[in-house]
Each structure stands twice: as C-alpha cells, then as structure tokens.
C-alpha cells in the first residue's frame, strides 16, 4: 500500500492567515493526489484534484502543488468557513488511501 | 446533478454480515470510466478506502478487508452493494459511497454519499 502521511494533525490559525498543509506518499505518485474538506457531521468535499485542479464551485483561494512524493494545499486568506478537517488522497493505485488528516482550527 | 445515498441497518451484531446500498442518481454505471466507491470513518478518525467497482465490473478491495468484502452493481436500479462479513465492534464507523468521476488517469471521489452510521453492538 502506497501510506499517505500529512503535516501537521492540527493547525491554528486566524482568518486571513495563509496556511499550508503538506502531504507526502510513501512512494511516487506523479500527480495522482487529490484534497478534500470535511466539516463536522458532513461528507467529504472535494477540493483539489489531481495535485493541482481547482474543482468546480471551489473558491481561488485554494490551491494545490507538488508531484512525486511532496504535495501541498495552501488556503490564500483563511476565511471562517474553512476551519475543517483537510485529508490528501492518493488516486494513483489501489487501496487509494488518505492521509490523517489536518484539523485546521480557530485561533 | 449527481446524487448518492447509502442505506442498510444502523446497528448489527458481532459476527453478523453487514449490507449496505448506495442508491445513486445523475450518471450511470454503464459509462466508460465511471466508478463508485465505499470509504468508512470511525468517529473522530481519518477516511479509510474500502473498495471500489467500474464501469466494466473490475473490483478493487482494500488488502486488509479483502476477505470480507464484496461490492456489486446492479446498473438497472442504478444501485452499489457493499456486504462485509464477520462484523466487528471496531467497524463501527459511518460508511460513505461515492462518485468516480470518468476521468481518464486520475481517481477521486466527487461527490459523496451522506453517509451512513453503522454501529456493532450485541
């Protein structure tokens, strides 16, 4: 299995802080990594997909970088409603695994 | 707009074999490179994969479960069936399906299920 290992579990952070969270596979990925946001009681959302592709509806002040194994997700200007839980996964082999998780909370 | 909802009991036994559907809308399972997915999550825990099925019937498992996993489609109820044997009070955990979109190359999940808790009590 290819583990996903994210940096750091838990962020503080204020609104509009920029933030960033890394996200490293154990072996080469290319760009085959993907971030969701996941707020309490909620599903997973989409993102960021294939390292850096804004997903549809996604505020521009998400992004996503990186190939290989290092791969970060950089909120711009942290705005209130983007205090949740960030988990990376990699899509490029089965078991496609997730990282963690980073809870980003207020400060 | 695509849609997906999981169903099946809320609380089984230990040993007993859990089922659960993933009833879906707004994209068939018939289309070349489309996929759903099954990803569970204790409380308080990180997403864990469990498997997934293609539009051409491959089946995928997570090596840890694969013994007791199966996943299924039935294309004309539009339907994803994940049954898991020999439950166990650590599968607790809410269980989510989820989109494959056909993307050619890349694998992520959008969008998702609700989610359904689970629980394995006697």
């Known amino acids: 299995d290819i583990q996903m290992t994210q940096s750091p579990s838990s962020l503080s952070a204020s609104v509009g802080d920029r933030v960033t969270v890394t996200c490293r596979a154990s072996?080469?990925?290319?760009?085959?990594l993907n971030w969701y946001q996941q707020k309490p009681g909620k599903a997973p959302n989409l993102l960021i997909y294939?390292?850096?592709s804004l997903q549809s509806g996604v505020p521009s002040r998400f992004s996503g970088s990186g190939s290989g194994t290092d791969f970060t997700l950089t909120i711009s200007s942290l705005q209130p409603e983007d205090f949740a839980t960030y988990y990376c996964?990699?899509?490029?082999?089965?078991?496609?695994?997730f990282g963690q998780g980073t809870e980003l909370e207020i400060k | 707009q695509i849609t997906l909802k999981e169903s099946g009991p809320t609380l089984v036994k230990p040993t007993q074999t859990l089922t659960l559907t993933c009833t879906f809308s707004?994209?068939?399972?018939?289309?070349?490179?489309?996929?759903v997915g099954w990803i569970r999550q204790p409380a308080g825990k990180a997403l864990e994969w469990l498997a997934v099925i293609f539009w051409d019937d491959d089946k995928r498992y997570s090596p840890s479960l694969n013994s007791r996993l199966a996943i299924t489609k039935d294309t004309s109820k539009n339907q994803v069936v994940l049954t898991m044997t020999n439950m166990d009070p650590m599968d607790t955990a809410t269980y989510y399906c989820?989109?494959?979109?056909?993307?050619?190359?890349?694998?992520?999940?959008?969008?998702w299920g609700q989610g359904t808790l689970v629980t394995v009590s006697s």
């Open positions: 989820a989109h494959r979109p056909r993307v050619r190359g890349y694998n992520y999940f959008d969008p």
């Open positions: 072996q080469g990925i290319s760009t085959s």
């Open positions: 707004g994209f068939s399972l018939n289309t070349t490179g489309v996929a």
């Open positions: 294939a390292a850096s």
């Open positions: 996964q990699q899509g490029y082999r089965t078991p496609y695994t």
